[in-house]
């Protein structure tokens, strides 16, 4: 069965920590996204990458950087951490156009 | 730029009801269309996919059509159950990147 892991269900931080948000897939897919989804806001585009090493920023990158050292693995990044920022984070992969399989969310409170 | 506009919601049904989640898209050339559903506290699943004009995704009883002359990708099922309570999103995907345009979700209850 085809997974999407995210290394945390739910983190509470305190502001100005560095927050590192890890997903991996198993699907071997190019593709990688993170999200954040907020009530009344939908599903909005933090970062998404192509390939290893490549990224490019979606729609809401301020305060939001992403490695991708290997093809499997792509890790969001909150440099320092604000209360603005609690949210629940989605991790998803593809395989070119087709659909997005998606990890089962990280739910990040910062105090 | 792609857009997608779906039904507002919150849409509420009595079990074993008809089911339709209006979608409609704005996009140059043929893109690929899907739907996903979120249940409560987790992330989204895949649905149903159309790749190309008068395609039909269907999946656990949910069918939707590509009309590319009305520009829609409307969601159907002919009888809902109480376990079909969740949030619906309608996507669209231009390029190999994957990068998918989301509506802004419709959120259904099915009562007993």
């Known amino acids: 069965d085809v997974k999407v892991t995210q290394s945390s269900r739910y983190l509470v931080k305190r502001t100005g920590e560095k927050v590192f948000l890890e997903c991996v897939q198993d699907m071997d897919h190019e593709n990688m996204f993170w999200y954040r989804q907020d009530p009344g806001l939908g599903l909005r585009l933090i970062y998404f990458s192509y390939d290893v090493k490549m990224k490019e920023k979606g729609d809401i990158p301020e305060g939001y950087s992403v490695s991708r050292e290997k093809k499997e693995r792509f890790s969001l990044i909150l440099e320092s951490a604000s209360t603005n920022q609690t949210s629940m984070y989605l991790c998803?992969?593809?395989?070119?156009?087709?659909?997005?399989?998606f990890g089962p969310g990280t739910r990040l409170t910062v105090l | 730029g792609n857009s997608v506009t779906q039904m507002e919601g919150p849409v509420t049904l009595s079990e074993e009801a008809f089911l339709t989640i209006n979608c409609t898209y704005t996009?140059?050339?043929?893109?690929?269309l899907f739907w996903y559903v979120q249940y409560p506290g987790e992330g989204l699943q895949l649905l149903l996919k159309?790749?190309?004009?008068?395609d039909k995704g269907s999946n656990k009883g949910f069918e939707a059509t590509y009309r590319k002359e009305t520009t829609s990708f409307h969601l159907e099922k002919g009888s809902v159950q109480v376990s079909d309570s969740a949030v619906y999103f309608c996507a669209l995907v231009k390029t190999n990147a994957g990068k998918s345009t989301f509506g802004d979700g419709t959120t259904l209850t099915v009562k007993p």
């Open positions: 159309a790749t190309k004009a008068d």
């Open positions: 996009a140059t050339g043929y893109p690929s």
């Open positions: 998803a992969s593809s395989f070119l156009a087709d659909g997005q399989f």
